[in-house]
């Protein structure tokens, strides 16, 4: 066994080195090397801070990192753990995530995140070995809404204020405790709105990016961030209008997903109500370091 830092090796090992680490996976993850790039600059993954694992000299494991200061804290996260099947229960991801915990404790990181898909027991009870515990639900919702049922959408009565997704950070009821993948530096080319009361209050904000077909229609909105300001009392009525108002001229239907949205968020409750169905389960875990 020998673990080399990603950026120790050449780009053809570390892709080797995810795509069979996920072979048999719960969804398809994997990658051409271009994908691989795009992945890591989109997600501020880096090749000094992750590891590459090698049993009998051949790329077997990896495990990517990000870091990042957020709501004032160092935060490390976890971009993926894959093991290759024939090392899988043989010590090698134990191996590496002592690796990346040095590396953590190196960078002065305050916390420790991931995300795992509910139903993958195995990589869920070796995060809770090595020290994570569960923070929180998250859901992949998906409606596909037409511009008829639109129309039966309540009309909003407050303003949609569009900013840059980074002034987001701004409100004091930003989600600092979003998904890695939800966070606005990870949106690249992504929109943002507040939603402002008559009174002048700013009730919510949303964070998505809109897909388009080769028309110019909107063919897909992903939305990463929907929340509500906490005594907001018309949670249901603003998400039907808010998705409503993202209809563009020439728009029939759209589909919707919510990517990764708090199971305990009052705007994941308010979509499920509209009939938006759960796709995926992930735990959001979180293990404490330098504390």
Not at 172 to 194: L, P, R
Not at 249 to 276: C, H, R, W, Y
Request: net charge neutral.
């Amino acid at each position: 066994m020998k673990i080399k830092k990603l950026s120790q090796c050449t780009l053809e090992e570390a892709l080797a080195a995810w795509n069979k680490g996920f072979e048999g996976y719960m969804v398809p993850v994997t990658m051409t090397v271009q994908a691989f790039v795009n992945r890591m600059a989109n997600e501020d993954l880096l090749p000094d801070k992750s590891v590459v694992g090698f049993m009998q000299g051949e790329p077997s494991g990896i495990i990517m990192t990000g870091i990042r200061e957020i709501g004032g804290k160092k935060i490390a996260w976890n971009g993926g753990t894959g093991i290759a099947p024939a090392y899988r229960g043989k010590g090698l991801s134990a191996a590496m995530m002592e690796e990346v915990f040095d590396i953590y404790k190196a960078e002065k990181a305050q916390a420790a995140v991931l995300e795992a898909i509910e139903e993958n027991e195995r990589a869920i009870k070796l995060y809770k070995k090595m020290g994570y515990e569960t923070a929180d639900q998250l859901l992949y919702l998906n409606k596909h809404i037409t511009l008829k049922e639109k129309s039966s959408y309540i009309k909003n009565h407050f303003e949609i204020k569009k900013v840059y997704p980074e002034q987001l950070q701004s409100l004091s009821f930003y989600d600092i405790d979003a998904a890695w993948q939800c966070q606005w530096q990870s949106i690249k080319h992504g929109e943002a709105a507040v939603f402002v009361s008559p009174e002048g209050k700013e009730d919510g904000y949303i964070l998505f990016k809109r897909i388009l077909d080769r028309a110019g229609s909107t063919n897909r909105i992903i939305i990463y961030q929907l929340k509500f300001r906490e005594n907001c009392s018309i949670k249901e009525t603003m998400a039907e209008s808010i998705l409503g108002t993202m209809f563009l001229e020439g728009d029939d239907s759209i589909d919707f997903t919510a990517v990764n949205i708090s199971a305990v968020n009052p705007a994941s409750q308010a979509l499920v109500k509209m009939g938006f169905e759960k796709k995926i389960g992930q735990v959001m875990m979180k293990k404490n370091i330098n504390s």
